[in-house]
């Protein structure tokens, strides 16, 4: 899959640690050439070439917080913490769901990884140890408590993703809530103390009553809403009989090679709807078909 670009990847700042480490090389970077991101609250705003906007660092406000974003051709880019974070699903936000369809993938790639940290920032304000006030820290990539000195790093939420093979047909998942007809490959939270291969076992049966083998990985995409990685992997099953998880599942059904060539087509004859091409299992599915 490395020859498609997934959303949210391809980001051309680079993260320059060392300058985050270092004060004197922060503030240097902190001048009038700096660039601050332009957001309205948690949105990003674009430009009249529909690229995302930038502002200076003056038009912050006197008392916001800063994060380093990193480098870029030489000068700092930066963006404000906003008052209140945003830890919706991007189904809750349709203005934010179209504008991911009109970003570069560059922009698009640095607004996801932006959107995430401030976002974190935001709702992270008081210390998880004694609940004393954080202080930003290292250039935005820590958070200290002025309280009893714990340190606080942004969080990422690692989540397997998973097509799950038998006999030729792929098993897909539309989950509750979900428009009629719209499916999508099993996806979890990977619990304390799991590797991804026993996650990848352990979600697909939990929600479909099926035992699957031979995890492997195929790829993974930065999903920050709000700090996700998707882990895309392969699995097979030995059965196909279903014991679905009516909690989480509203279907769990098994599709041909022709049923999904019909959906990423678009095909009005389709069996179901794909999912929109910014989200991995699209991906997935594709590189599945191609096989």
Not at 110 to 132: E, V
Request: aromatic share 8%; with cysteine.
């Amino acid at each position: 899959m490395t020859a498609r670009q997934l959303a949210f990847t391809g980001c051309r700042i680079e993260r320059a640690d060392h300058v985050r480490a270092d004060p004197d090389a922060l503030a240097g970077h902190m001048t009038w050439r700096a660039r601050l991101l332009a957001l309205e609250g948690m949105m990003p705003a674009v430009d009249e070439e529909g690229r995302l906007a930038w502002r200076t660092l003056a038009d912050a406000a006197e008392d916001a917080e800063l994060v380093f974003l990193g480098l870029h051709e030489g000068r700092g880019c930066f963006a404000a913490v906003p008052a209140q974070g945003d830890a919706s699903p991007r189904m809750a936000n349709p203005q934010l769901w179209s504008l991911m369809a009109t970003l570069a993938p560059e922009d698009l790639a640095l607004y996801g990884g932006a959107r995430s940290l401030i976002d974190w920032h935001a709702r992270s304000r008081f210390c998880a140890t004694c609940g004393g006030q954080t202080k930003l820290a290292k250039g935005g990539w820590q958070r200290n408590c002025e309280g009893c000195g714990a340190q606080h790093f942004p969080r990422t939420d690692p989540v397997t993703i998973m097509l799950v093979e038998h006999e030729g047909r792929l098993m897909l998942g539309r989950g509750l809530g979900w428009p009629e007809g719209r499916f999508s490959a099993l996806a979890g939270f990977v619990e304390p103390g799991e590797s991804i291969e026993e996650a990848v076992a352990r979600e697909v049966f939990e929600e479909s009553g099926v035992r699957v083998r031979d995890v492997t990985y195929v790829a993974s995409q930065p999903w920050p809403f709000p700090s996700q990685l998707m882990i895309g992997c392969h699995s097979h099953a030995d059965d196909d009989e279903l014991a679905i998880d009516a909690t989480e599942m509203a279907e769990v059904r098994w599709f041909t090679r022709e049923d999904v060539a019909a959906a990423l087509a678009g095909s009005d004859e389709a069996s179901f709807t794909a999912p929109p091409p910014h989200a991995i299992a699209h991906h997935l599915i594709q590189w599945w078909l191609e096989q």
